[in-house]
């Protein structure tokens, strides 16, 4: 099937329109020699069939609605209001409002984006939202060397491995360079940095679950003269004190945890935040308020003059479509939540994910790694190796225990709790681990 | 003032609630999270009640057109129909953690493998892998691929310069500079292709890549394509293919049998995903044979009846994004290719052709320049009637209830309407369309005072840019 309304006749008169009978005369100006190649594919199917088929290959993935796995995505609750609304039509199959008169819904919600954004890490900016959250650790980076002028970069340990991947990968292509700086006892150590750093980043709380006390290393980055980038879950900021208010520069994370769903990993949405000094640096789309002709409020693509379809080889960043639906739903899940609600559903992962660590710490065997205080993903020593354990929990229903990288030492599995976690769920997870490492 | 659309600020009363998360009791924070480390005060969010935030974003939505609402022939954007099968699929697959054991996403895995393959044998491609998050990461990614592979052959230092028509997307030269390169712009010939004359020119021991993109912006099909790949390959030039405009050539050409050795998809263009109001889109690459060792890890293989992640590429430039990609939109690609099949695709492309050229041929009968004037592609390039301007033939479509074209791009035409109707849109849609733009052009030449003005009934009417580039406001604060 396709999604085509041409009936054959109107085939015929269109092409008769422009004195033609085929639609191969259509392609008459391609090489003929390579025209038509015959695209082996599966036999099209139509609605009803395909859809019985995803729900077949469906059936071959285990739910991890309850799962205990974190490294930065993990199972809350989306209330209903977020997925009705974020599927209107009008959201959903909006291009980028390059045609303000007309796309003032995505727009405004942009500009309401921009605010909470900001309001939650405490600094003066937001963009509209890049791809994810290592990306957008990677263009926080770039925008700080651009900013100091200068080519090295400290990262801590603690940041999350695949970020640190994503981030080299970025560094290496401009020749700039990256150094690490290696956790002690869970937590990223003391540091001084010399002149030629321009960027200095770590993740609070760590990708090992520890809240780290930031103070001593953006005090001596800013003593240095670089500027630091900031790593959060935008939900710990509901509790913890926000980037903006320890003296970062640069915030970013990923939004999942901000109603959207875990997706395998995506989509899911970067978002960026910085201090007002840093705005004409800043990648990405940015709504600004502004009047229509006869007075009334209306919202614009600003500072377009930073971007790729203006600037080209100049451009801040290549980036164009972003993850614009994915922060909407994070908007109207902040919307539907408020302060208190976002704040209770904190507390609550925070409380799950403590009385859980508490369980598991207690079993023969297992050792928590994660120095307190911690957030809702602290890390456990097992006693065989993460995946293994994985693996064998899988077989019983149960997804936990994210394999820790080797670098971070040795069987270390990372665990997270929500909200969404009741306490026989927690029950189930303590019983299942007790089983597997019989 | 009276009359403004409130903010969800503005709507805010303190004290007021909605969804309401389950209750853990009384927890002491300040002993588990450390009370030097919490909040001093909550973040000034909106309070509202549930029925509140219904009708605020109801309400925006009727503030906004997609393409479920109305015609919207954005040039280079294929804003095709979105099917909701798709949307369906995607919901199946919401409850997966990237970081899940594999045997236990058996389904999802099975979904990347095979999309790798299809986009592949789509493309001509040898290898393809899924994890960039949109066309402008595809294009990075692609860059960094080329890189890499002069690196491995000694030549990095020296191949430093990437050759981009003055035609190009804007991202082109954009991912170019990020990927560490140097752009040369080449020159359009006054058919509106690649010059081979001057291209031949600008090829040499220091030229990485040329960027094209084929059909080209202006919609026209570089017709020396083979020619100009082989001119290129001679010196050692990688050939990358921008994506964007696949859909005027799905099952009718494939970049890899023209000799592209690198290539970008857009599946939010393509293959059918939303857009989501600027994303998230999905911009997986394909490599030929000798590009596929530099490709980001993991890519999913297949052992047996098993899938699984591959992270086996010693030479790989590394990881572009967090886990494996926009999973979500590649379910969506995934059952829209299901559904279609080849047959179906090649449909698609020739219908997609077919209503592009229609258009064209209507509007020049309507009075509208076509510069370019011959067989078009997906899209194509047309100019106002004398005395009128883009912008404002742009803005009058507004009033009529249609999404204008791209305007003012690709740069080497003035007053460019870049027109992509793509194959969803029926003869009578057209037709309409083309009589509304009749309808502007004589209007507007008659009353330029009237054209200058519009539009006049949509939410807001123009605009002040000027000042919100100079004074942004960037975030709602409240009136002092």
Redesign the interface.
């Known amino acids: 099937?396709?999604?085509?309304?041409?009936t054959p006749e109107?085939?015929q008169?269109?092409?008769a329109?422009?004195g033609l009978s085929d639609?191969r005369q259509?392609?008459?100006?391609?090489?003929q020699?390579?025209?038509?190649?015959?695209?082996?594919?599966?036999?099209?199917?139509?609605?009803q069939e395909?859809?019985s088929?995803?729900?077949?290959?469906?059936?071959?993935?285990?739910?991890?609605?309850k799962?205990f796995?974190?490294?930065?995505?993990r199972?809350h609750?989306i209330?209903s209001?977020v997925p009705?609304?974020m599927?209107?039509?009008?959201?959903?199959?909006?291009?980028?409002?390059?045609?303000?008169?007309?796309?003032?819904?995505?727009l405004?919600?942009?500009?309401?984006y921009?605010?909470?954004i900001?309001?939650?890490t405490g600094l003066?900016?937001?963009n509209?939202?890049l791809?994810?959250?290592?990306?957008a650790l990677a263009e926080g980076v770039?925008l700080a060397l651009r900013q100091t002028r200068r080519m090295a970069v400290v990262v801590s340990q603690g940041v999350?491995p695949?970020?640190r991947?994503?981030l080299?990968?970025?560094l290496?292509?401009?020749?700039a360079e990256l150094r690490t700086i290696e956790l002690a006892g869970g937590l990223t150590a003391p540091a001084e940095f010399d002149e030629t750093v321009g960027a200095v980043v770590l993740q609070n709380p760590n990708f090992l679950g520890a809240?780290e006390?930031p103070s001593s290393w953006i005090a001596a980055a800013h003593a240095s003269g670089a500027l630091v980038v900031y790593v959060t879950d935008p939900l710990s900021?509901?509790?913890?004190?926000?980037p903006g208010?320890w003296g970062a520069d640069v915030a970013v994370g990923?939004g999942q945890p901000l109603g959207n769903?875990?997706?395998?990993?995506?989509?899911q949405?970067g978002y960026i935040a910085v201090r007002d000094k840093l705005?004409r640096q800043l990648p990405g789309?940015?709504?600004?308020?502004?009047?229509?002709?006869?007075?009334?409020?209306?919202?614009?693509l600003?500072?377009?003059?930073r971007?790729?379809?203006?600037?080209?080889?100049?451009?801040k960043?290549?980036?164009?479509?972003?993850?614009?639906?994915?922060a909407?739903m994070a908007a109207?899940y902040?919307?539907?939540?408020?302060?208190?609600?976002?704040?209770?559903?904190a507390?609550?992962a925070?409380?799950?994910a403590?009385a859980l660590a508490a369980q598991l710490a207690s079993l023969p065997g297992l050792e928590l790694v994660t120095p307190r205080?911690f957030?809702n993903e602290f890390t456990l020593r097992l006693p065989a190796p993460a995946?293994v354990v994985?693996?064998q929990?899988?077989k019983r229903g149960l997804?936990a225990a994210?394999?820790v990288p080797e670098e971070y030492g040795d069987n270390l599995a990372?665990f997270s709790a929500t909200?969404r976690h009741s306490d026989d769920d927690l029950r189930s997870l303590l019983d299942g681990i007790k089983e597997v490492l019989a | 003032m009276k009359g403004d659309f409130p903010t969800l600020f503005e709507r805010s009363r303190s004290g007021r609630r909605g969804t309401r998360p389950p209750s853990v009791g009384d927890v002491d924070l300040a002993a588990m999270l450390g009370a030097d480390n919490m909040r001093s005060e909550p973040a000034r969010l909106p309070e509202l009640d549930e029925l509140s935030v219904v009708r605020h974003y109801t309400n925006l939505s009727r503030r906004q057109v997609g393409v479920d609402t109305s015609f919207y022939p954005l040039g280079s954007c294929t804003m095709k129909y979105n099917p909701r099968a798709s949307e369906a699929a995607a919901a199946l697959f919401t409850e997966l953690h990237p970081y899940q054991d594999p045997e236990s996403v058996q389904g999802a895995l099975q979904i990347i493998y095979e999309l790798q393959e299809y986009l592949a044998e789509i493309t001509g491609m040898d290898a393809v892998t899924l994890q960039p998050a949109a066309g402008a990461h595809g294009e990075l990614t692609g860059m960094m691929l080329i890189r890499a592979y002069h690196e491995s052959r000694g030549e990095g230092e020296q191949r430093r310069v990437v050759l981009v028509p003055d035609s190009a997307h804007g991202s082109n030269p954009a991912s170019s500079m990020m990927a560490g390169f140097v752009v040369r712009e080449i020159p359009s010939g006054a058919d509106g292709e690649v010059d081979l004359n001057e291209l031949r020119a600008a090829l040499g021991p220091e030229v990485a890549a040329i960027m094209l993109t084929n059909p080209n912006t202006l919609g026209l099909f570089e017709r020396k394509i083979l020619e100009l790949i082989d001119a290129a390959h001679q010196q050692g030039v990688q050939l990358y293919y921008d994506g964007a405009n696949l859909n005027a050539i799905m099952g009718w050409a494939r970049p890899g049998d023209m000799g592209f050795d690198v290539i970008h998809l857009n599946l939010h263009k393509t293959f059918s995903t939303p857009h989501g109001g600027g994303g998230p889109g999905s911009g997986p690459v394909g490599a030929k044979a000798h590009l596929a060792p530099f490709l980001p890890v993991p890519t999913v293989k297949r052992e047996g009846e098993r899938y699984l992640f591959d992270y086996d590429r010693p030479q790989t430039i590394g990881r572009m994004r967090s886990f494996y990609g926009n999973f979500g939109v590649m379910v969506r690609a995934y059952t829209y290719i299901r559904m279609l099949g080849a047959a179906g695709l090649k449909r698609s492309s020739a219908l997609a052709v077919l209503n592009a050229n229609y258009l064209r041929k209507k509007l020049k009968d309507a009075g509208y320049i076509i510069p370019h004037d011959r067989l078009c592609k997906h899209e194509f390039v047309a100019q106002p009637p004398a005395g009128l301007h883009a912008l404002d033939v742009a803005k009058a479509l507004l009033d009529y209830g249609y999404h204008p074209p791209t305007i003012y791009f690709p740069l080497i035409v003035k007053e460019a309407l870049m027109i992509e109707p793509t194959e969803t849109e029926s003869q009578e849609t057209l037709d309409e369309y083309v009589t509304v733009m009749a309808e502007i052009a004589r209007r507007g030449q008659e009353d330029p005072d009237w054209i200058s003005h519009t539009p006049y009934s949509t939410p807001v009417r123009r605009l002040d840019e000027v000042s919100a580039n100079r004074h942004p406001r960037l975030r709602w604060k409240p009136e002092e």
């Open positions: 099937m396709d999604f085509t309304p041409h109107e085939v008169a269109m092409l329109e422009l639609l259509l392609f008459a100006d391609l090489p020699e390579i025209l038509e190649p015959q695209l082996r594919l599966p036999e099209p199917l139509g609605e395909a859809l088929l995803l729900r077949s290959l469906a059936a071959k993935n285990a739910s991890a609605e799962s796995l974190g490294g930065a995505v199972p609750f209330p209001v009705a609304l599927s209107r039509g009008e959201f959903l199959t909006a291009y980028t409002p390059y045609q303000p008169e007309v796309s003032q819904g995505v405004q919600a942009i500009f309401e921009q605010t909470m900001a309001e939650l003066d900016v937001s509209a939202s791809y994810d959250g290592a990306s770039l999350h695949e970020y991947q994503v080299a990968t970025y290496h292509a401009v020749g809240i006390n900021l509901a509790l913890l004190k926000p208010a990923d769903p875990m997706n395998f990993g995506g989509p949405f705005l789309r940015l709504v600004s308020e502004t009047r229509d002709v006869d007075g009334r409020r209306g919202y614009v600003a500072l377009a003059a971007e790729q379809h203006i600037r080209r080889a100049k451009a960043s290549n980036i164009t479509t972003n993850s614009q639906l994915s909407l109207v902040l919307a539907a939540l408020g302060p208190q609600g976002l704040a209770d559903v507390a609550a925070v409380a799950k403590h205080p957030f995946a994985r693996a929990l899988a997804q994210t394999p990372l909200e």
